[in-house]
């Protein structure tokens, strides 16, 4: 007790849990308590994960620390963790507000990105290639995994500045790069006539040679993704993916520069030669790259 109040002092914070206050009214310090006995005893959960902004890193481990004074926390048997994030902030490096000062709203947000990712599209002329529903499929893509990969591939204990010209860029670490990036590999073995069927059975038999070294960089670079998933479970920090994915949508274009998959004729356009292992490499990395979308929540697009 303390001056009527009813608090509780925990091995790590100097700063005691205040559970009952003198008026006899409960406090954030009390609901989240409660809702810690709550998680780990009725619901039995065996990780939770608090996703709330950095600045309420001491309140968490206090009261992750005061769970564990009253033992319904076991670190050895349970995994409890505050995911911090830093502050949006606009291009004038003030936190992310409306010209009038509001906090700006997810759906407007969204709305603005397809405004500019369907600009960007027909500045690009994309709109004289793709169809009706393909250009609408590719504004969806682009508009809602640009904003998405933006948020993600920062790390997110610190702050970062918004800009929807740098996140529709389709050079450097963005959404928009990977997917035509992903789009690019998708498209060779189709416009080689080679089918899922064929690849699925070319897999089976035939031996991937890396003889150029750009086959060598790709390879090990699509075999570093297992590490990567382990090392974001561990850790919980996203951006670590997304660094990746950039590095390996890097490797495959300097692989793509240097090792020819299909030789044509440069007069008639037609098929000479199908290097069927290379085809097999694109293939693994077009996987790798789609596994990683899968886990970021970015959906691709076959045209863009």
Known sequence: MDEGRKIMFTPDSKIPLTLVKSDRGYTYDTSDMAAIRHRLEAEKGEWLIYVVDA????HFQTIFSGARKAGWYKPQQKRVEHVGFGVVLGEDRKKFKTRSGETVRLVDLLDEGLKRAGLKLKEKERDKV????????????????????????????????????KMLDDKGNTAAYL???????????????????????????????????KEWKLAKCILKFPDVVIKMHEDLLIHSLCDYLYELT???TEFYDNCYCVEKDRKTGEILKINMGRLL??????????????????KPVSRM
């Not at 600045?55 to 001491?58: K, R």
């Open 281 to 298: 490499l694109c293939e693994a990395a077009g996987n790798t790259i789609l596994a990683g979308f899968n886990i970021l929540g970015i």
């Open 55 to 58: 600045g309420q890193g001491l």
């Open 250 to 252: 890097t490797a495959f």
């Open 130 to 165: 793709l169809t009706e529903e393909e250009l609408k499929e590719a504004q969806i893509a682009v508009a809602y995994g640009c904003i998405k990969y933006a948020d993600l591939s920062h790390n997110r204990i610190g702050d970062y500045v918004f800009s929807f010209d």
């Open 179 to 213: 997917l035509y990036a992903y789009m690019r590999i998708r498209s060779i073995a189709r416009l080689a006539n080679v089918s899922d069927t064929a690849l699925a059975k070319a897999a089976m038999s035939t031996s991937v040679d890396l003889n150029h070294p």
